[in-house]
């Protein structure tokens, strides 16, 4: 490499603007003014590139607020001093609605103040909450990528994406909330605000670590400093860094204001070296300070056993090779597990029973009812993801026709992707539901136009169920009362995977005394189908679990039993997984003591309906309210199952699961999904894919407001 001239030697510097938000507030002491006019002050003295704003550039997301932080930061753009912008939790105030993350900041940063600027790169969408930067020095390209608060995976996913198309540019990732006082990743950016979002962990798992380009982070939101050195998956080390001193009080007992404090990062190219340091631009003024010279009054949290890699020094210097010749570019996930992911888009109005299907590699579907603009009619919506959570395909509207209601949707996928999916449908609005079916290439793409599944059209229709084979043939079954007389059958149909009828119209239940419900259905690889469902032939609304089995032709393969073995009390909502062999397990919700109180019971089948295991609890706390279960089966019948969970009968339910061998014994321990206790988790679905790994999707009103998103989680098995 050739040596660099002695300009491309010269130190350079970088600011960090830590959660200014009391600044904008108590805009009487001018702190903010004085530190934009610091930098610029100080721009040639200290060769200053760049500024990096933490987050919190407000304190309650007011115009007020915003106009003393814009009128600050014009002093940046009349300067010409290149700087990126990100928010923080208190941008997207008030916290209890921080789930819309709507703000005030495009009004003031969004992209038509950058337009024009050499030095910005781009946004994720047009409120400019997450953006990219660039700057240059010392004969290096830097590149800074600023994400909001808790950042929502479809962010990640860009980010991703920004990240790997500039292989040549040394990557700063900013953001608000990333590291703690303890110099460990911070928890809570998202649970704390009933938030959709990324944690500290996760933001390094699902983006940082994966880069070899990324060099360093920086963030705010937890007060304090703190440094800590990682090394990414490419074995590129990174260096982690903590910055904020809101709470600072002036004089040192007065109200929090911050005091003016910045980070200054001077990189030395020459020496391979970044200084860190901590100056306040109130330095000397009395009226912050008690003895006029700039003070820290506070004690922070401290990291345990600090070393030259994790602790919390104010000023300190780290190595950085900024000599050698950047490497290949390399980008390596390793750990795709990733949480609360959101499917739908839109972050208003309601969004509700989803369902859920997985290719062998893991690729999956999710779909559910959607009223978005909360006008109280429903629409049936899809998306399609990777296995790292990443989509694959927009959301989509599967209800070609949007008029009347359509709801309780289901979805099956084939081995390549292909995907069916099922739904009640009103489109005339006459209250009399009939059941569509619409098929789906991979990329989402139509593969057949909506169809009417069940071919008698009087009476209702409704409750559909879908499975498919390896190569997307599939059956459809539902409840039935084509005579209107209040008395439901289970139905079923099979079709192409092109959406030809392949096997006509035929009767599940073998007695069609009483009332059958809620079926559940099930298929192998070779088309051999299980159909389960609620059943009270003897009309006494005592209702046992039944199932049947049939061939890939639809023919008989076992007669019609019951799943239960004590028929006291009720029993309902089957779910049902199956191995590629054909081997089954149903679970469903029990109350037999009929006191009320329900418990998930399993139990195990071979492909001819013959016990596998005995009836058994699948949770392993008897106490409160337990359900809605659904059964996710590895290739090899291992198998996970997932409920909706009120132990402590205070009436608010978790997500959680426990994991089964083929053989019904416990491979690991009931298991909370959602990360967010707050509100309520409803409804969960779980599906597994060839690697073990599982996803599970469920409703989550995690604020309490009565509006459901649709989130998304993976686990190992």
Partial sequence: MAARSASAQAAFSVVLIPDPQNYSEFSSYQVYEHQMQWIVDNRAARNIKFAVHLGDITNHDIAGEYDVASAAHTLLDIAGVPYSMTIGNHDIFPSSEAYKRSSLYANYFGQPRYQGESFYGGAYDASNMNNYTYFEAGGLKFMVMSLEFAPRKDVLTWANQVIASHPDRRV????????????????????????????????????????????????????????????????????????????????????????????????????????????????????????????????????????????????YTISYDMQSAMPAYAYTANDILFKDRMANVQLTGKHFDPKIATAPNGNFVVVWEDDHDDNGVGQIYARGF??????????????????????????????????????????????????????????????????????????????????????????????????????????????TAAGAERIPTFTVNSVAAGEQFNPAIAMDSDGDFVVAWEDDQDDDANFQ?????????????????????????????????????????????????????????????????????????????????????????????????????????????????????????????????????????????????????????????????????????????
């Avoid at 609005?429 to 599944?453: K, P, W």
């Avoid at 229709?461 to 209107?484: H, I, L, M, Y």
Wanted: charged share 20%.
């Fill in 172 to 315: 700063i990732v900013a953001t608000h909330c990333h590291m703690d006082n303890n110099a460990e990743h911070a928890s809570g950016c998202a649970d704390n605000y009933n938030l959709e979002g990324r944690d500290g962990v996760d933001l390094w798992e699902e983006l940082i670590q994966r880069h070899s380009n990324v060099f360093m982070s920086v963030s705010g939101h937890i007060q304090g400093v703190s440094y800590r050195r990682r090394t990414g998956n490419n074995g590129n080390l990174v260096h982690e860094i903590l910055n904020d001193f809101q709470s600072e009080p002036v004089l040192g007992n007065g109200h929090a204001l911050g005091n003016g404090w910045l980070r200054v990062l001077t990189f030395a190219p020459a020496q391979n070296q970044v200084t860190v340091q901590t100056l306040s631009v109130e330095d000397g003024n009395c009226a912050i300070f008690a003895n006029c010279q700039a003070t820290l009054y506070l004690n922070y949290n401290q990291a345990s056993s600090p070393t030259t890699t994790k602790h919390n020094q104010q000023n």
């Fill in 545 to 717: 679990i039944y199932h049947r089995g049939f061939t890939a032709t639809g023919g008989s393969r076992f007669a019609q039993r019951a799943v239960n073995t004590n028929a006291a009390g009720q029993h309902t909502r089957p779910s049902i997984g199956m191995a590629n062999n054909g081997n089954f397990v149903v679970a469903w919700e029990d109350d037999q003591d009929a006191n009320g109180y329900y418990q998930i019971y399993a139990r195990g089948f071979t492909i001819a309906g013959v016990e596998r295991f005995g009836v058994m609890t699948v949770n392993s706390v008897g106490d409160g309210q337990q359900y809605a279960p659904s059964v996710g089966m590895r290739g090899d019948g291992a198998f996970t199952v997932v409920w909706e969970d009120d132990q402590d009968d205070n009436g608010v339910y978790q997500i959680l699961g426990r994991d089964f061998t083929a053989g019904g014994a416990q491979h690991r321990a009931d298991f909370t999904v959602n990360s967010d206790a707050s509100g309520q988790q409803r409804l969960p679905v779980t599906a597994v894919d060839d690697q073990g790994r599982f996803v599970v999707a469920w409703e989550d009103d995690m604020d309490g407001n009565g509006k459901g998103l649709i989130l998304v989680r993976n686990l190992n098995y």
């Fill in 386 to 495: 990777d296995p790292d959570g990443n989509a694959l395909f927009s959301q989509l509207a599967v209800n070609s026709v949007d008029a009347g209601q359509q709801q309780r949707p289901d979805v099956a996928i084939d081995d390549s992707g292909r995907f069916v999916v099922v739904w009640e449908d009103d489109q005339d609005g006459n209250g009399a539901y009939q059941i569509l079916a619409r098929g789906f290439n991979a990329n989402g793409s139509e593969r057949f136009h909506d169809r009417t599944v069940n071919s008698v059209s009087g009476g209702q229709q409704s409750r559909p169920a879908v499975a498919c084979d390896a190569t997307g043939n599939f059956v459809v079954a539902w409840e039935d009362d084509q005579d209107g007389n209040g008395y439901y059958q289970i139905l079923a149909r099979g079709f």
